[in-house]
Structure formats: structure tokens, C-alpha cells
């Protein structure tokens, strides 16, 4: 029975200290970047946007966590929230559908994140759905992209920039651990 509890209390303490050396190798990367909505887009009919290629940094973001591309494990896509940053008033009401899309070097582009059916509610900004898909591939690239397809239910009569602030969890093994 000694030997029961023993082995019982050795695995609690290793679980216990496999997580505390979990939480040392996770950290989160933010990334941001605009999209440009022009005020001649027509009501219903899918559009495209492109981000301009996003730099990753993810070497230096990685060397500051002690690790490497080579030793980063997982990368999930935590947060994305879209915010109107002009026109000052402007709100989210013109947006039927958003689905943004992630490309980098020469891996199939894939879905990140996506709203649909958004409601006319004022909101300046909204936090969109996000998939369960390891982006590891993508993210330690030099660079990526984020393609839109949108659909609109109103008539813009300005521009609207919207910017993606995105929030990565990575899970990487680090240095001499």
C-alpha cells in the first residue's frame, strides 16, 4: 500500500512539474496589419483584400523566448479582433461576412478566421471566430499574408481602413530544457 501512495504522489509531483515547465515554453506573438474597403464595393457581391505581406520577426519574437523556429512545436491563431480606424465614426454595420485567409511562401493558403451574418449592432470593432489549425508551417515563415473575402449588405460611401490585430499562442521547446 506504501508503495501505491508513493507512486500515486511521484506522478502527481511530475504531472504538477510538467506543467510548470509547460508554461515556461508558451508564449504569445502579436501581429497586425490593415485592410483598405473601398466606398465603390456593391452590396452582396463577394471582394477580396489583401494585406500587404506581414513580416514576420518570428526569429527574433522566438530567440527572446529562448528557443528556435526549429524547436517551435504548435502555433494556433488565440485572437483576432477587427476594428474600423477610419473614418473616425465609422462602424461595422456595412459587413455581411468576413473571412480572412493565411498564405505564406508556398503552402496552401487556409482559413484563420471568419464572421458571419454580423449584426448591425454599431459595434467599432469585433472579435471573429478562429480555427483549431496548427499555423506553425506559416508563422515561422519570413512572411505571410492575409487574404479577405468579404461581403457587404449596405452602401459605403468612404473608405474604410480595418485593421487585424492578431494574437498567436506558440508552444515551443526552449533551449537546454
Not at 68 to 96: C, H, M, Q, W
Not at 128 to 146: A, G, W
Not at 157 to 165: G, H, I, P, R
Amino acid at each position: 500500500m506504501r508503495l501505491f501512495l508513493a507512486t500515486i504522489s511521484l506522478l502527481a509531483i511530475f504531472s504538477s512539474s510538467c506543467k510548470k515547465a509547460d508554461s515556461f515554453t508558451q508564449f504569445y506573438m502579436y501581429y497586425y496589419t490593415d485592410f483598405v474597403v473601398q466606398s465603390t464595393v456593391g452590396i452582396n457581391l463577394p471582394f477580396n483584400l489583401y494585406s500587404p505581406n506581414i513580416t514576420s520577426n518570428s526569429e527574433s519574437t522566438f530567440e527572446n523566448n529562448d528557443t528556435r523556429k526549429d524547436k517551435v512545436e504548435e502555433i494556433y491563431l488565440e485572437t483576432l479582433i477587427l476594428t474600423v480606424n477610419s473614418p473616425a465614426n465609422g462602424n461595422l454595420n456595412f459587413l455581411k461576412s468576413l473571412h480572412l485567409y493565411l498564405s505564406a511562401g508556398s503552402l496552401p493558403e487556409i482559413e484563420v478566421a471568419w464572421i458571419d451574418d454580423h449584426t448591425d449592432d454599431g459595434a467599432q470593432s469585433i472579435l471573429l471566430n478562429t480555427s483549431d489549425v496548427n499555423l506553425r508551417d506559416y508563422i515561422v515563415e519570413d512572411s505571410f499574408q492575409i487574404r479577405s473575402e468579404t461581403k457587404t449588405d449596405q452602401v459605403i460611401l468612404s473608405d474604410y481602413v480595418l485593421a487585424a490585430n492578431m494574437k498567436f499562442w506558440v508552444d515551443a521547446k526552449v533551449l537546454g530544457i
